[in-house]
């Protein structure tokens, strides 16, 4: 789903990385009046007709709107399969829409409606199995649930209109099965809106035909779709292609934009077809290349992934890869149950990232510092959705997207990179899963298969369990430099007492540096490594690989006693503006602490005092740029440097 329009904000700002405190906080406030909204309108929301008896093999829509006025007149053709003898079936549809006839074979049927379920009555019972059709002629005026299922609003005194079913609104302005056991195997959408404005929807746009001062679009999809994936947008579009040139075929991407954001717009579908390559490289091609890819301009702040033409409400990078890792996961393999929402957003949030693994390094780590810090806000909550009532908690930013993305992050640590990758191409590729729905068991099954060990404990602790490790790292070193390291853990969490993983450990002196990985199995064990020089730092998880928080790293003497000698740490690191040296020494000094950016520009001074024993130094160097910095303390005796990340 939706890209959240505040975390959006927050990312579509390609990491100009000062911005970031701000703008996490503005988004917040964005947040809490999107949870009032949304929790305003939850109470009739997330039902769905339990009625599975037959399986939709097609719809043909016909939709007449205008973008001025907040109003459908619709005719729906569905044609399915009753899966057992039938004399009746449940549709969902609003309530708050208007039925006028549902015909079948030409015949008026009878229906009746209870709530938001409309059921038809047939005059005798339907086969199993016997393709059969009804046609249903409605109208109204429809309700907007969730993120806006059906929204009407200005840009630049143009009229705009869209749609966005995502979770539970399809049927607020069309009769459907919304339940996530059905795709339809495939639509045609006939969109009728006055002369001046142009519809965008599913699939290749067949023709745009002009009858008196109304035009009909016909937009044709021959892939299976869930209802929530079907949308329509129409408002003054400009409309331009940019192809992406593959090795034996070329997809275009076709884009529905506002006319005053061309500029911006050509920016970013330009920056995004580099993107479409690289999905396609790590998981397959573009999952529906005989059509297209497409970006329609909406009036929301974020994105919705609607099958083969996103919405989107700006053209930053972040929401348009977001949008494009959306249809392999999420439209080519939907999640099964909305408690699995993070097979849909845990991996479009990690596709991002991957973005900047492979394309943008320079931004990597911050992403990664960034999710971590979002994921560990609270000490509770699983990527597991409790409760699908909420749409607040399926589509919570920090669980479902944040946390969700790290847990497939530490898969490909724990798994290396070939197996992890290897699963997941086995997995958007199994025919069993492709064009349908997966649950987190179908995943996990690939995982284990290239893997080849059982992965019980890690979804146990990860995805059904709740909070995070933070680590305490005390170490030692002989003359000889034998290392010894004792790892402690707590959990955030009652509900796992130990999160098992193997944990990187970064020793430096400066100039030699060796990086060990540990499989840490419980709290207290210890390690011990020969090394060829003296180590005088220790950084746990050099690469960020782990979910954790408030990680303690403490140099000791081998008897475990503190360092009777100075001794530097930083914390917390990674650090978000600002952090604390925790400074050991055995005597009153005077240092000068400085911080240095990676290009070796000095951006950061004060003059700082310690007395003899433990001090806590707080830095506050004001807002920077994100990235890894130097911090340096020294006299005319003694010099000390640390490396500290800032996001
Ligand atoms: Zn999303």
Redesign the pocket.
Known sequence: ???LSFFLLFCGLRLGAQQFGSLEELADQEKQAWIRSIQHAQDRNFQNSADNRSDVRYCRMHWTVDPAVRYISGEVMTVFEPTENVTSLDFDFSEALGMDSVLYHGQHLSFLRSGNILTVQFPSALPALLPDSLSFFYEGIPTSTGFGSFETNNHEGAPVLWTLSEPYGAMEWWPCKQALNDKIDSIDVFVTHPAGFRAASNGSLMSETQTGNRITAHWKHRYAIPAYLIAIAVTNYTVFSVPAVFENDTTHIINYVYPEKLADAQIGVGENVDVMLLFSDLFGPYPFQTEKYGHAQFGWGGGM?HQTMSFVGNFGYDLLA?ELA?QWFGDKITCGSWEDIWL??GF?TYLTGLCYNFLRPQYWEIYKADRINKSTAQPDGSVWVDDTTSVARVFSSRLSYAKGSMLLHMLRWKMGDAAFFQAIRNYINDPALAFGYARTKDLKAHLEATYGQNLDEFFADWFYGQGYPSYDIKWSKTPDNLVKILMGQTSSHPSVSFFEMPVALKLSNGIQDTVLVLNHSFSGQEFSVQLGFAPTELIFDPDLWLLSRNNLVQEVLSTGEPLPEVSVDILPNPAHQQFSVRLKTTENLDLRLTLWAADGKLVHEEQVSTMPGMNELPVNPGPLPAGRYAIRLENRQWQVERAVLLY
């Open positions: 789903m939706p890209r992934e977001h959306h849909n957003e479009a």
